[in-house]
């Protein structure tokens, strides 16, 4: 089989300030969530598609994507992303050769940026859309003051989608302890910690994630622009 994929939409969206869940927040005309399913499911090699709701709410994201995508399950998440990934993990087929996993605030992905990250498990046991850092980093320092210039070169800044091969993954969140799930802020981060190499692939395009209100604008006006569906 190919590859599994899995959107983790079980945020809540505090820093958003919305009142319902993140990834049903309307943009350029669809919720977040429907933006990332349709991509996932157009890209070559995607096989199997699971979305991890915010529990209680799986109806409303079975509504929210409606049926222009085919969806293998929707599945309640947990109280921390990683913890959401493995809800999503365990309700993939178990035949799936690799394991892509995206965040639903992320709703510029598209069918190419997933097949580039696929492509990649070719050689590695893992890749990642990432980006080189283009902004001059500052350490804050005391009373909100610059405390240092950080270097920025080799420094990337971390996206989704992230794909491993997946007796990798699986293994990786069978080894995870609880203060690693509480922690982790993506699967890169578990995988670096076990000594798994993982590529770093460029989307060329932008691939920002929505997370404070001024997120949306900018969002809805790239997708404007953009057709996928
Ligand atoms: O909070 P943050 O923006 O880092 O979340 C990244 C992604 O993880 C979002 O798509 C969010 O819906 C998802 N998430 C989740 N379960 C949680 C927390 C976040 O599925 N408990």
Not at 43 to 54: C, E, F, K, N, T
Not at 57 to 80: F, M
Not at 139 to 164: H, K, N, S, Y
């Amino acid at each position: 089989m190919g590859a599994g994929a899995i959107i983790v939409a079980a945020g809540s969206g505090e820093r958003l300030g919305a009142s319902l869940p993140k990834a049903m927040v309307r943009v350029a005309g669809r919720p977040l969530v429907a933006w990332c399913a349709i991509a996932l499911s157009a890209a070559r090699g995607v096989d199997a598609l699971v979305i991890v709701s915010p529990p209680g709410e799986e109806k409303a994201i079975a509504a929210a994507i409606g049926d222009v995508v085919r969806v293998h399950a929707i599945v309640p998440g947990g109280a921390t992303r990683q913890r959401s990934v493995a809800a999503g993990i365990a309700a993939l087929p178990t035949d799936v050769d690799a394991i892509l996993v995206h965040d639903a605030a992320r709703p510029l992905v598209t069918p190419a940026m997933v097949e580039c990250v696929l492509a990649e498990l070719a050689v590695h046991d893992g890749a990642i859309a990432a980006a080189p850092v283009a902004d001059t980093l500052k350490r804050e320092g005391a009373g909100g003051m610059i405390a240092e210039t950080i270097d920025r070169v080799g420094l990337w800044g971390a996206q989704t989608p992230q794909a491993f091969r997946a007796e990798v993954i699986r293994r990786m969140f069978a080894e995870a302890d609880p203060i690693e799930m509480d922690t982790a802020t993506d699967c890169a981060g578990m995988a670096e910690r076990r000594g798994v190499r993982v590529a770093l692939v460029n989307p060329q395009s932008p691939n920002p994630k929505v997370t404070v209100p001024a997120d949306l604008a900018l969002v809805e006006a790239l997708l404007g622009g953009l057709r996928i569906a």
